[in-house]
DNA sequence: CATTATATATAGCGATCACTATATATTCTC
DNA sequence: GAGAATATATAGTGATCGCTATATATAATG
């Protein structure tokens, strides 16, 4: 399971085949499709144990307490300390796991993902900032967007956590600022 | 050819076989690889038109003049303005349209477009700031992956409009603080 | 042990991939 | 108008796509 997420972390949906998912998961394609039905259905089950692991970075700053500017910096240090390659593995599997896939459910899935990730984010942020709880999630969303891209494209640690700096201060700024 | 490279923007490059350019370009396998001498081929002229043409934000920024923050104020404005759907047509092609292709070649042509517009923003920042030139341009290229990326995901001209305001406040912001 | 049920492997399904060999039509030169 | 050169279309190349029908091996039940 954790082999078939990685693949499609690492390269997308599209650019993982079957016939490599059987082999990293030491079987035959009946087999492949008795376990998950399709290799959608894989895909869906990659996505569920990656947001349910350490990967959901915004679960994991939310753990750590705090009010939402804290809240926030830490998702964006998290997401700075976790994007950069790892053993082939950039960015976030929701974010770009579908990017650019032909298949319509595939992306799909992807967009439930972020959906269901954003409203976390956005609900978190309602707590302080009930007024501009949509507009700071989108700069957080759109942020971890760029960061989870960047990185994927090659971008290291230091340049994301510079980033990670820019975006709290920022988020910071916004929060706090007067409305237009 | 503008038909070829709108393909190519919408769906990214693998999603779109050569049977489909062809019927789009309203010619057969054999003229298409007489005039592109490979699917590849094609992509680096889509390329190529993409960052000739309005599509380079930046360089149509740099027309307006001014100083760098007023360029980078504008380039963040016309990406907001630039990337939301038009047709069925999200975000950017170079960003984006080899994302996730399991053609290293296309790739990394995506790459060799990208490090460019990333030197022009660069060189142009280094005027002005030529000791944080570098962390200011990761700044910009992070932030605009990050709307390519949710304008391809859905995001609105208005959702788009506000984070480059924030990210035009951000960008002063940090060109004027005191490094670390 | 015989029989039934379950799970695996072999092999191949039709479809599509990027690409091309061959043949036909067209255009240019003389 | 005849012949040579160019460009087009038809048709099909092997490879790979996600997926599955059939057959064989294993395990559970009587």
Redesign the interface.
């Known amino acids: 399971m954790a082999t078939a997420m990685r693949l499609f972390h690492q390269?997308?949906?599209?650019?993982v085949g079957v016939a490599e998912l059987c082999a990293a998961l030491g079987i035959k394609p009946p087999s492949f499709y008795a376990a998950f039905g399709s290799k959608l259905g894989l895909f869906e089950q990659a996505l569920r144990h990656y947001a349910a692991g350490p990967a959901n970075i915004f679960a994991r700053a939310l753990e750590g307490g705090g009010g939402v500017d804290a809240v926030i910096g830490r998702t964006f240090r998290e997401a700075a300390r976790l994007y950069p390659a790892c053993d082939g593995v950039a960015g976030c599997l929701v974010?770009?796991g579908a990017?650019?896939?032909?298949d319509a459910e595939a992306r799909a899935l992807g967009?439930l993902w972020?959906a269901d990730s954003r409203r976390a984010i956005r609900d978190c942020i309602a707590a302080e900032y009930p007024a501009k709880a949509d507009?700071l999630a989108?700069?957080v969303?759109?942020?971890?967007?760029?960061?989870?891209?960047?990185a994927?494209?090659?971008?290291d640690a230091d340049?994301?956590g510079?980033?990670a700096g820019?975006?709290e201060?920022?988020f910071r700024?916004?929060a706090g600022r007067a409305d237009d």
Not at 11 to 15: F, L, N, V
């Open positions: 390269r997308g949906y599209d650019a974010i770009d990017r650019n896939s032909a967009a972020k507009r989108d700069l969303t759109t942020a971890l967007a760029g960061m989870s891209a960047v994927r494209d090659g971008a340049m994301l510079d980033f820019v975006m201060r920022a700024a916004e």
